[in-house]
């Protein structure tokens, strides 16, 4: 039986295959079909119950399906898949765009009498009326026909967008010698020298995969070699790439991505589509956004001119580089960091081996949110990857696949994505539980040894983490409304970076670190530096921040589509950037965040959701125990009001549940080392 059909389990991972996408795409699109014709008849109640029963168990089981191919285009891509995965894309697209836009089952919506509705299903239903009206169902005619064909060609081409990158990235090799080498880290070094000899290469292979490329801008003496890797990784997907690099250009893409939104907005009746994507956040207005950026830029840029000035005085006096460049500035940083704060990453990053991380981070969790994390089966699609479950009181609360390793084929970064939401299901009255996937990058480990992450990595991983606690802690049983479903995508990122002051926490650190070697744990000394090195160049990060964030939401409100985006870009960069970048730089080109994952007009929210998170951890600071633990009643109280409320109500609700007020933006200037 074609394993993408099979919905009595969890996805069967390990027996999909390219061919089984096309038979189950027509099955399901097919029953899907039939569910909307029979929900949108006259004589069909507009009843929710009756409705979700039918067509909500019928789209639910292509989503699954069509999310297990999705997901493993991105953590499993072969050409085959990829072949497959673009054919039904555009059949899968114009589904769900006509869905969103039928007038019949949107009349139905509006028939249903909202008092017979409990208070999660009137939440849903009001993001189901607001989601018909950004989906085009008020459309009629020619409009409606070219609003589903422009949705139907922008997944098309963020699609492309996502494969010129992952290819672009994969495509370079550079074998390095002995000598260019100097400076990386051993176990660096030998990963590299074991790729160079599978391609029958001497030397040392080097990638643009974030554990190669990272340590070597940060380690590597050769300023050529640094010069060489920057420069092939921030041309990547453009006209400037080297060689036949430029065959992944990204550029007409973006291009034509910017101009079907524009024109997708003034069809929904707005000016611009930073109007449109704002509708569902918290934020009220791309002006208060840019306002809030400024803002927060002025308070950052004195403290990112001074980072500035103690690389450049640091590079010339201890390092001799009188005119540094933006490819020396990692390595000037690291040495920087190394001279003044006594450490390196590389000897912290000996004490934080991938299981001893694991087990710290599920320590914390368990303890502040009363649950047990078990290892579990479930069929995976490579052997690195791990399944866990979630409980409490020794009843499943959710459960998911962890994916840590980077490797071909497999998109850079971090995500998580739910496979499933927590569900009272219509059809069977049973509880349905949530399950997530989290998907990182690191580095594997050598020699037999476990993997080595960085403190950076250690910080993903809890990142991650708590994306995956808001989906799988929730206790909201409508699934629209229940985990991740229905929370503003401003407010999204809050639980995640929430999850990241847990890594600067001696009490949670000293469960969560044994040396790769001795089994020792992080001494306290070594801790202090890392702390008193954690705004490091938080005045350039936090610039660094906003200058993305304030670039996507010029190009999405104020940039002309048919003018050439980087000289906006540029334009940006000089009001808030103080670091300089080469002009043949094209970060746009791989910024898959806004051309290809869900955060167009909305990147701003990474900054915003660290307002929200600071503050809320805030609270824990105010009631840690004299050695730092957290306060359990705290996290309780943090859980029932963010976690288990979903986006059952308005974020700004459950913020104000847990604080009792509106966010303040003094708790992050104080994380960061930026207050007065």
């Known amino acids: 039986m074609n394993p993408l059909l099979r919905f009595d389990s969890l996805p069967l991972f390990d027996q999909i295959r390219p061919e089984h996408v096309p038979e189950a795409i027509d099955a399901l699109l097919g029953e899907a079909e039939i569910a909307l014709e029979t929900v949108t008849a006259d ?55 006509r869905l969103g836009a039928d007038e019949r089952l949107y009349a139905k919506y509006k028939a249903m009498d909202v008092a017979t509705l409990n208070t999660e299903q009137r939440q849903a239903h009001k993001n189901a009326m607001r989601n018909f009206v950004l989906g085009g169902a008020d459309l009629a005619g020619e409009a409606r026909t070219r609003f589903a064909a422009i949705q139907e060609k922008q997944a098309e081409l963020s699609q492309k967008f996502s494969e010129n990158t992952l290819d672009a990235t994969d495509a370079f090799a550079y074998y390095a010698s002995e000598a260019e080498v100097e400076g990386l880290p051993q176990d660096v070094k030998h990963t590299a020298m074991l790729a160079a000899q599978t391609d029958g290469k001497p030397g040392f292979k080097l990638t643009l995969k974030m554990p190669c490329y990272l340590p070597v801008m940060q380690f590597a003496t050769s300023s050529a070699l640094r010069e060489t ?39 929904l009746g707005y000016d611009n589509f930073a109007q449109v994507s704002l509708v569902p956040k918290m934020a009220q207005s791309p002006e208060a956004v840019t306002t809030f950026l400024r803002d927060l ?22 390092l001799g580089l009188m005119n540094p460049q933006p490819w020396d500035l990692p390595f000037i940083s690291e040495k920087l960091k190394e001279a003044r704060y006594a450490f390196s990453e590389q000897e912290v990053k000996q004490y934080f081996t991938a299981p001893k991380v694991l087990a710290g981070l599920f320590k914390i969790v368990e303890t502040l949110f009363d649950v047990a994390i078990k290892p579990d089966q479930a069929p995976v699609w490579n052997s690195g990857v791990q399944f866990h479950r979630i409980e409490r009181n020794g009843q499943l609360i959710g459960q998911f696949y962890l994916d840590p390793s980077a490797r071909t084929g497999k998109r850079g970064g971090a995500w998580m994505d739910d496979v499933r939401g927590r569900w009272q299901r219509p059809d069977t009255g049973v509880l349905q539980t949530p399950v997530a996937h989290l998907v990182c990058n690191f580095a594997d480990g050598v020699d037999g040894k476990p993997a080595l992450l960085t403190h950076d990595d250690v910080t993903t991983l809890f990142h991650e983490f708590g994306h995956g606690l808001h989906h799988m802690l929730t206790q909201v049983n409508e699934h629209d409304v229940s985990g991740i479903s229905g929370v503003e995508w401003d407010a999204v990122e809050l639980p995640s970076q929430f999850m990241e002051n847990f890594c600067w926490e001696w009490s949670v650190l000293q469960h969560m670190t044994a040396h790769v070697e001795t089994g020792s744990s992080l001494p306290r000394a070594l801790f202090d530096k890392m702390l008193a090195a954690r705004n490091f160049q938080s005045g350039l990060q936090t610039l660094r921040q906003i200058e993305f964030s304030l670039f996507d939401m010029l190009l999405h409100s104020s940039h002309d589509p048919a003018q050439d985006f980087m000289p906006l870009l540029e334009a940006v960069r000089r009001e808030v950037a103080v670091v300089s970048s080469p002009p043949w730089s094209r970060a746009p080109h791989t910024f898959g965040h806004i051309f290809a994952g869900g955060y167009a007009a909305g990147y701003y929210s990474y900054k915003w959701a660290e307002v929200l998170s600071a503050d809320a951890y805030a609270a824990f600071e105010e009631t840690a125990a004299a050695d730092g633990t957290p306060s359990v009643e705290t996290g309780t109280k943090y859980r029932q009001a963010i976690l288990e409320a979903g986006g059952s109500r308005p974020a700004m609700e459950s913020f104000k549940a847990f604080r009792g007020r509106e966010p303040s933006l003094d708790a992050l200037l104080r994380h960061q080392g930026m207050s007065a």
């Open 297 to 318: 830029a002025s308070k950052a840029k004195p403290f990112a001119e001074k980072d500035l000035a103690d690389l450049r005085t640091f590079a010339r006096d201890e």
């Open 43 to 97: 004589s069909f109640p507009a009843q929710w119950t009756d409705m979700a029963r039918s067509l909500d168990v019928a789209t639910e089981k292509l989503g699954m399906a069509w999310g297990a191919v999705n997901h493993l285009n991105s953590v499993a891509d072969s050409a085959e898949l990829r072949a497959a995965y673009n054919a039904a894309l555009p059949r899968v697209t114009e589904f769900w765009t």
């Open 229 to 267: 890797m920057y420069r092939a990784y921030v041309t990547r997907s453009s006209d400037q790439a080297a060689g036949d690099g430029s065959k992944f250009d990204n550029t007409a893409i973006i291009r034509q991505i910017l101009a079907l939104r524009k024109e997708e907005a003034g069809l």
